[in-house]
T-cell receptor, first 113, second 113 residues
Framework: DSGVTQTPKHLITATGQRVTLRCSPRSGDLSVYWYQQSLDQGLQFLIQYYNGEERAKGNILERFSAQQFPDLHSELNLSSLELGDSALYFC????????????FGPGTRLLVL | AQSVAQPEDQVNVAEGNPLTVKCTYSVSGNPYLFWYVQYPNRGLQFLLKYITGDNLVKGSYGFEAEFNKSQTSFHLKKPSALVSDSALYFCAVRDDSNYQLIWGAGTKLIIKP
């Protein structure tokens, strides 16, 4: 158990809908990362927050957004969902510094029908 | 461009034999390298990392990795494989431009009894 929690574990929704995924980092970690893992594209970095501020952006679609709250938990919002958004979404948290190790949560499996 | 490659989609090893999962990288500056493991339906777990120092890095679950600067490689090794080592293994290198991790495509390791 990494100490990173994600809810929900599974999510089934329809195209065009909007969902919110939630992540709580390990105690003391200020960084939160979001990743998408799909069969055909592997592990894709979406976005990073550090202590409430956006720090880096990866291959995140405009339909997706994220934020980190004062208590350091983070939410990833996915809107206008398409079939291709079906994937595992992971959150990871980090302790500090530019060499920080990322600790991953168990993931949220999203299925868009 | 900075990149990481895992040349083998799958590696098959008999239980008790030594195992190697290969990773090569390309970075402009000093390489900072990581190995993670993903068991079925689980999040990624950190195994080990190389920042600087000794070329042989020891990690969790009896794994180690050898950093070779001249061959730009960071291969994961274990002297005696267990069936429980069967999983998906990811190599990653830190991107100097934004400090994010660049991930390999993953190697599926199958240990046969």
């Amino acid at each position: 158990d990494s100490g990173v929690t994600q809810t929900p574990k599974h999510l089934i929704t329809a195209t065009g809908q909007r969902v919110t995924l939630r992540c709580s980092p390990r105690s003391g970690d200020l960084s939160v990362y979001w990743y998408q893992q799909s069969l055909d594209q592997g592990l894709q970095f979406l976005i990073q927050y550090y202590n409430g501020e956006e720090r880096a952006k990866g291959n995140i679609l405009e339909r997706f957004s994220a934020q980190q709250f004062p208590d350091l938990h983070s939410e990833l919002n996915l809107s206008s969902l398409e079939l291709g958004d079906s994937a595992l979404y992971f959150c990871a948290s980090g302790n500090s510094g530019s060499f920080e190790t990322q600790y991953f949560g168990p993931g949220t499996r999203l299925l868009v029908l | 461009a900075q990149s990481v490659a895992q040349p083998e989609d799958q590696v098959n090893v008999a239980e008790g034999n030594p195992l190697t999962v290969k990773c090569t990288y390309s970075v402009s500056g000093n390489p900072y390298l990581f190995w993670y493991v993903q068991y079925p339906n689980r999040g990624l777990q950190f195994l080990l990392k190389y920042i600087t120092g000794d070329n042989l890095v020891k990690g969790s679950y009896g794994f180690e990795a050898e950093f070779n600067k001249s061959q730009t490689s960071f291969h994961l090794k274990k002297p005696s494989a267990l069936v429980s080592d069967s999983a998906l293994y990811f190599c990653a290198v830190r991107d100097d431009s934004n400090y994010q991790l660049i991930w390999g495509a993953g190697t599926k390791l199958i240990i046969k009894p």
